[in-house]
């Protein structure tokens, strides 16, 4: 299953019509409902989509049958005829049996935030591993909705693997999507455990790695890029990258470690989604250190950390060392100083493009990274130790005793266990 594209049969984008209800839970939750519909603009723009315009319904309540109000819908029908939308995008995930009622009513495509979001990571996946992830997201998504898609069935190529003549067409893609389903779990298992073989390896290599995080379009990538030299794919919009990038980033004392561009967040991240991607996801969990990476011209940026540090949360990763890089300060509004937050050992202010915050963060990351100085007594024998001793740490001075070597090292602690063994401290 891959992207729709979203075209008509012209080969025109299509128009949409987006609609936002908004109910008293709604407003009392985390989550803004008027900068979700900004955004809910925004993710339609990446797909490809015209927004012809938005509609918002206040109601104590969803409508179990169209989510929306019987007359709300009547609106949004001569809004669509008289615009001539193809499209209705609705903010909040609607269930199998409201898509139905509302594409009967309506007569146009029905999209919700998820199925938009969906199909956006559909088009961006390049690697077999995020091609595969997102695929076994959107089945999963879809298998439990399907009696309400019965106009987006042909998406599924339907026919395949038929029981019999007696078999209805949604029995069929019911049993075809499951299918599929246990065939892409299968593979993405295989892609697991060769990730985790690849983190194992780093991880007796004694390679550092430090994690970029954020909600997306934050900058994540153009930091990447400007950190490390290198030719990162950046663009000004949503989702702009999908699977994750890593480069050898060099610090000012010319000790490298590698750095990770991970997939952004954002308000609302489907489940299916975070569970197929929670493999690569977890490769935060892996990080000596997390860059928290946030839009600081963003007047929702309060809102945008919260995402992340819940996701953080989800994913295990919420106890790692941090710093969080507040980035865009050039494309902040002229605001009083005190709305600007302060550069500290935790928090650093910055714009990507200005070489003199590109070398104070690397200073930063190399001091968060610094571990204490500490004597070690190794067997003269274990030259596998010695070099890994000479790679994870920086050593400052070298002294033969007998047959032993006692190298004085700056190692972060959690590196004084290598290759299954405890370098012990040697007490002087």
């Given at each position: 299953?891959?992207?729709?594209?979203?075209?008509?049969?012209?080969?025109?984008?299509?128009?949409?019509?987006?609609?936002s209800?908004?109910?008293?839970?709604?407003?009392?939750?985390?989550?803004?409902?008027?900068?979700?519909?900004?955004?809910?603009?925004?993710?339609?723009?990446?797909?490809?989509?015209?927004?012809l315009?938005?509609?918002?319904?206040?109601?104590?309540s969803?409508?179990?049958?169209?989510?929306?109000?019987?007359g709300?819908?009547?609106?949004?029908?001569?809004v669509?005829?008289?615009?001539?939308?193809?499209?209705?995008?609705?903010?909040?995930?609607?269930?199998?049996a409201?898509?139905?009622?509302?594409?009967?009513?309506?007569?146009?495509?029905?999209?919700?935030?998820?199925?938009?979001?969906?199909?956006?990571?559909?088009?961006?996946?390049?690697?077999?591993?995020?091609?595969?992830?997102?695929e076994?997201?959107?089945?999963?998504?879809l298998?439990?909705?399907?009696?309400?898609?019965?106009?987006?069935?042909?998406?599924?190529?339907?026919?395949?693997g038929?029981?019999?003549?007696?078999?209805?067409?949604?029995?069929?893609?019911?049993?075809?999507?499951?299918?599929?389903?246990?065939?892409?779990k299968?593979?993405?298992?295989?892609?697991?455990?060769?990730?985790?073989l690849?983190?194992?390896?780093?991880?007796?290599?004694?390679?550092?790695?430090?994690?970029?995080?954020?909600?997306t379009?934050?900058?994540?990538?153009?930091?990447?890029?400007?950190?490390?030299?290198?030719?990162?794919?950046?663009?000004?919009?949503?989702?702009?990258?999908?699977?994750?990038?890593?480069?050898?980033?060099?610090?000012?004392?010319?000790?490298?470690?590698?750095?990770?561009?991970?997939?952004?967040?954002?308000?609302?991240?489907?489940?299916?989604?975070?569970?197929?991607?929670?493999?690569t996801?977890?490769?935060?969990?892996?990080?000596?250190?997390?860059?928290?990476?946030?839009?600081?011209?963003?007047?929702?940026?309060?809102?945008?950390?919260?995402?992340?540090?819940?996701?953080?949360?989800?994913?295990?990763?919420?106890?790692?060392?941090?710093?969080?890089?507040?980035?865009?300060?050039?494309?902040?509004?002229?605001?009083?100083?005190?709305?600007?937050?302060?550069?500290?050992?935790?928090?650093?202010?910055?714009?990507?493009?200005?070489?003199?915050?590109?070398?104070?963060?690397?200073?930063l990351?190399?001091?968060?990274?610094?571990?204490?100085?500490?004597?070690?007594?190794?067997?003269?024998?274990?030259?596998?130790?010695?070099?890994?001793?000479?790679?994870?740490?920086?050593?400052?001075?070298?002294?033969?005793?007998?047959?032993?070597?006692?190298?004085?090292?700056?190692?972060?602690?959690?590196?004084?266990?290598?290759n299954?063994?405890?370098?012990?401290?040697?007490?002087?």
């Amino acid at each position: 299953m891959r992207n729709t594209t979203y075209e008509t049969k012209t080969g025109m984008r299509d128009k949409a019509i987006l609609v936002s209800l908004i109910t008293p839970d709604i407003k009392r939750g985390p989550a803004d409902p008027e900068h979700s519909l900004e955004e809910l603009v925004n993710l339609a723009e990446t797909a490809g989509v015209e927004v012809l315009t938005a509609v918002t319904q206040n109601k104590e309540s969803a409508d179990p049958k169209w989510l929306i109000g019987k007359g709300k819908v009547e609106e949004i029908r001569a809004v669509k005829d008289e615009l001539e939308a193809t499209t209705i995008i609705f903010d909040q995930e609607l269930s199998g049996a409201q898509v139905r009622n509302l594409e009967e009513a309506l007569d146009a495509k029905i999209i919700d935030r998820t199925q938009l979001i969906l199909d956006i990571f559909a088009g961006r996946a390049k690697t077999r591993e995020g091609i595969i992830q997102v695929e076994l997201a959107q089945l999963s998504y879809l298998l439990p909705r399907l009696s309400g898609h019965g106009k987006n069935l042909s998406r599924l190529g339907g026919g395949i693997g038929t029981r019999g003549p007696g078999e209805s067409k949604l029995e069929t893609d019911r049993r075809h999507i499951r299918g599929r389903i246990s065939e892409l779990k299968a593979q993405l298992a295989e892609v697991v455990r060769h990730r985790q073989l690849h983190r194992e390896r780093r991880r007796k290599s004694g390679v550092i790695q430090a994690a970029l995080v954020g909600y997306t379009n934050a900058g994540k990538s153009t930091l990447l890029r400007e950190l490390t030299n290198s030719d990162v794919y950046v663009e000004n919009q949503l989702f702009a990258t999908l699977d994750p990038t890593s480069r050898t980033l060099e610090l000012p004392s010319g000790k490298e470690i590698v750095l990770t561009d991970t997939v952004g967040f954002i308000q609302n991240l489907p489940h299916d989604l975070v569970a197929a991607f929670r493999a690569t996801l977890e490769e935060v969990n892996e990080a000596d250190l997390v860059l928290h990476v946030v839009d600081s011209s963003s007047p929702m940026r309060q809102e945008q950390m919260r995402v992340v540090e819940e996701l953080l949360e989800q994913l295990g990763a919420s106890g790692k060392p941090t710093v969080t890089v507040f980035n865009k300060k050039d494309l902040r509004p002229q605001l009083p100083d005190v709305y600007l937050p302060t550069d500290s050992e935790s928090t650093l202010l910055v714009s990507a493009f200005d070489s003199g915050d590109m070398k104070r963060l690397l200073e930063l990351i190399q001091d968060k990274l610094a571990g204490d100085t500490r004597t070690f007594s190794l067997p003269a024998e274990r030259g596998d130790l010695i070099a890994l001793a000479y790679r994870c740490g920086e050593v400052v001075s070298q002294e033969v005793d007998g047959d032993s070597l006692r190298l004085t090292i700056e190692l972060n602690k959690g590196d004084y266990e290598v290759n299954g063994h405890r370098l012990q401290p040697f007490e002087v």
